[in-house]
């Protein structure tokens, strides 16, 4: 038996998790509940990389869990990628932090938060599960880049393709990954294409984040019962 953490920004990204993992709440911003054997502990960030940082340090403090999955949507950047398709992490990055060499000056030294490489095998495998019953599904393992705005601009989305080489962009992710290395803490963050980070985006998303969260959820409780 494992105890898990699961860190999302959105009641649409966790909610069928509480609902699915019998959850209950046992502390402030935290829900308890069991699924496949393990322990899940839950919790709702909010937006944004503070936000994400100091729920998943509440959710470490308070339950010290042996993995830490973040699971959520995104906008895509890499052109592979198409709506309701998903990225695993295999490293994020902030997009907003200048210069970035002050990370890997100080503390946690490095610029790149790498995920952990069993779940991201748990990620490709669901993945793979996923895509033999969904023949219009595609995914891929890539940097994942974060910061603290909603990216609508096919000019700065063009700049994290060349400047980070990010799959997707969002505004949690390397925030949690920070706190989990920050905590020895194996982690994943898996997010699924809600729009095209564009200036089309915001219409986009609209129509599209319910049904990104809801692949996003399938493919966690995947990952947690083959841990």
Same mark, same amino acid.
């Given at each position: 038996?494992?105890?898990?953490?699961?860190?999302? +920004?959105?009641?649409?990204?966790?909610? *069928?998790?509480?609902?699915? $993992?019998?959850?209950?709440?046992?502390?402030?911003?935290?829900?308890?509940?069991? &699924? @496949?054997?393990?322990?899940?502990?839950?919790?709702? #960030?909010?937006?944004?990389?503070?936000? @994400?940082?100091? #729920?998943?340090? %509440?959710?470490?403090?308070?339950?010290?869990?042996?993995?830490?999955?973040?699971?959520?949507?995104?906008?895509?950047?890499?052109? /592979?990628?198409? =709506? !309701?398709?998903?990225?695993?992490?295999?490293?994020?990055?902030?997009?907003?932090?200048?210069?970035?060499?002050?990370?890997?000056?100080? $503390?946690?030294? #490095?610029?790149? &938060?790498?995920?952990?490489?069993? =779940?991201?095998?748990?990620?490709?495998?669901? #993945?793979?599960?996923?895509? %033999?019953?969904?023949? /219009?599904?595609? $995914?891929?393992?890539?940097?994942?880049?974060?910061?603290?705005?909603?990216?609508?601009?096919?000019?700065?989305?063009?700049? !994290? /393709?060349?400047? &980070?080489?990010?799959?997707?962009?969002?505004?949690?992710?390397?925030?949690?990954?920070?706190?989990?290395?920050?905590?020895?803490?194996?982690?994943?963050? !898996? %997010?699924?294409?809600? *729009?095209?980070? *564009?200036?089309? +985006?915001?219409?986009?998303?609209?129509? &599209?984040?319910? =049904?990104?969260?809801? %692949?996003?959820?399938? =493919?966690?409780?995947?990952?947690?019962?083959?841990?």
């Amino acid at each position: 038996m494992a105890k898990i953490g699961i860190i999302a +920004a959105l009641d649409v990204e966790i909610n *069928d998790l509480i609902k699915d $993992f019998n959850a209950e709440p046992v502390n402030d911003y935290i829900y308890k509940g069991g &699924f @496949s054997g393990h322990e899940i502990y839950l919790t709702l #960030c909010g937006i944004g990389k503070v936000n @994400s940082a100091l #729920c998943t340090q %509440r959710i470490i403090d308070y339950a010290n869990p042996d993995y830490i999955i973040n699971s959520g949507i995104a906008g895509a950047v890499s052109k /592979d990628l198409k =709506l !309701l398709d998903t990225v695993i992490s295999e490293k994020l990055v902030y997009h907003d932090f200048y210069p970035v060499e002050l990370l890997k000056t100080y $503390f946690p030294h #490095c610029s790149e &938060f790498e995920a952990d490489k069993k =779940l991201v095998k748990l990620a490709w495998e669901a #993945c793979e599960k996923f895509a %033999r019953e969904n023949k /219009d599904f595609s $995914f891929k393992k890539g940097i994942i880049a974060s910061g603290d705005m909603f990216v609508n601009s096919s000019e700065y989305n063009k700049k !994290l /393709d060349e400047e &980070f080489g990010a799959s997707c962009v969002e505004m949690e992710g390397a925030a949690v990954a920070h706190t989990a290395l920050a905590n020895k803490k194996p982690f994943l963050v !898996l %997010r699924t294409v809600s *729009d095209g980070a *564009d200036d089309e +985006a915001e219409t986009v998303y609209d129509e &599209f984040f319910a =049904l990104a969260a809801q %692949r996003s959820v399938y =493919l966690v409780k995947d990952i947690i019962a083959n841990i």
